[in-house]
């Protein structure tokens, strides 16, 4: 059992939240024995949740023959967040309620070879039509969690990268799009984002890996229920890991990257070299479609096809041997556009292989599975990080009691 202190920012905050969204109805004292905090830590955490009008006392339930245990709930509707995932070629937004749940949502064209002071309006003119067909306040939108590729400045909310032109390295994209939209924006690495949407939506203090390919391949581990972030949350980046020493030099500086040799990119780029396969398969467009009907085929029968998919699998699964075996967890989950349609092939392959090579399979064994919401997944976790830079924000208190009603609910939580 973990015991987080005395500090009620995040992530006294975040994980109490998580468990009574987990939980649906809980009490203090299961908080408290959930958690490892003490009583009074925990009831200052509660208190200051209430004041935000986050969390509410939703009845009683008895217990043995002292007094009936006073119940807490979320209240859904007492916030709401934006996320968007993009990456070179895809992008979907949605909007999410505190309990996690999709309330709008919606595909949009990733930015391909445009320019970011174009894509940006467009992100804007999205995020304005979702709000608009949930009906949502704006008074009640946090702000807008952008999962997306790195390297990345999450304090600075820009990327560090020339990808996919040159304009977007150091491009003030969280600045921009705040000033396009009036809504907070903070960035964040997508396969990260995707383990949080995970969690949101699964057990609150679990610990699992997160393998996320959509324009490339990431990762991100989630342990005890915490996203682990290394010093600028850059790490993690299974895409980069070396699965052939003597490759060919990838744009990091590394040779043999499993990107260039398992990623969607390279998997569309060798179905294009072979002239009977792209015919067939009527090949041509953006990297990430065409992959998909490669793996479309590969499902199919199409042997030449199959035969591109393996080498994805199996290289992709040896890196997550390595992704296991540094973090020891028992659980390892799929996530992204490019397993939307095929990922049970993913998910096959990368099972059999754990189950014969990770280091502690004679310890404890490793579930592979696709997420519930596979190409959304990193969108909410996006929302959701919004939610949970609120919460460990030093002017928490002040935010609360600037709140409808948060003066009130903070003396009735007292």
Not at 5 to 10: E, K, M, Y
Not at 155 to 182: H, K
Request: include cysteine; glycine fraction near 12%.
């Amino acid at each position: 059992m973990r015991s987080f202190g005395s500090d009620t920012r995040l992530p006294t905050l975040a994980v109490v939240l998580d468990i009574i969204r987990e939980r649906t109805t809980v009490s203090r004292v299961e908080l408290a024995e959930a958690t490892g905090l003490t009583q009074a830590t925990m009831t200052h955490a509660v208190r200051k949740l209430i004041a935000l009008g986050f969390v509410q006392e939703v009845g009683t339930a008895r217990s043995g023959r002292g007094t009936p245990r006073r119940l807490l709930g979320l209240r859904p509707e007492a916030c709401y967040m934006v996320g968007i995932q993009f990456d070179r070629f895809s992008a979907v937004g949605v909007v999410v309620d505190l309990a996690g749940r999709i309330v709008a949502q919606r595909e949009m064209p990733g930015p391909a070879d445009r320019e970011p002071g174009e894509v940006v309006p467009e992100f804007a003119a999205h995020v304005e039509a979702m709000l608009e067909s949930a009906a949502v306040d704006r008074s009640a939108v946090l702000g807008i969690g952008l999962a997306t590729y790195g390297p990345q400045d999450r304090d600075a909310g820009v990327l560090l990268t020339p990808q996919p032109t040159p304009a977007w390295l150091g491009y003030p994209l969280a600045t921009t799009l705040t000033e396009a939209t009036g809504l907070p924006v903070v960035i964040e690495n997508d396969a990260t984002a995707a383990g949080i949407g995970v969690q949101t939506l699964g057990t609150a203090s679990s610990s699992f890996a997160v393998v996320f390919m959509s324009g490339g391949i990431g990762s991100g581990v989630i342990i005890d229920g915490h996203p682990y972030r290394g010093a600028t949350s850059n790490g993690l980046e299974l895409g980069h890991i070396s699965v052939d020493a003597l490759g060919e030099r990838c744009g990091c500086g590394n040779r043999g990257c499993l990107d260039t040799i398992a990623g969607p990119m390279a998997i569309a780029g060798r179905a294009l070299e072979d002239p009977a396969l792209s015919a067939r398969l009527g090949l041509g467009g953006d990297p990430l479609s065409d992959f998909t009907r490669v793996g479309r085929a590969a499902v199919a029968g199409d042997a030449a096809a199959a035969a591109l998919i393996e080498v994805s699998t199996q290289t992709l699964a040896v890196a997550t041997v390595t992704l296991v075996n540094l973090f020891d967890v028992a659980r390892v989950v799929l996530a992204g556009n490019a397993f939307a349609e095929f990922g049970t092939t993913y998910r096959e392959a990368l099972q059999d292989v754990l189950d014969r090579s990770v280091f502690m399979r004679h310890v404890h064994s490793v579930r592979v599975e696709l997420a519930d919401n596979i190409s959304h997944a990193a969108a909410v976790g996006g929302a959701v990080v919004v939610l949970r830079n609120l919460l460990e924000s030093p002017n928490l208190g002040e935010r609360a009691a600037l709140r409808p009603g948060g003066e009130d609910r903070a003396r009735q939580a007292r």
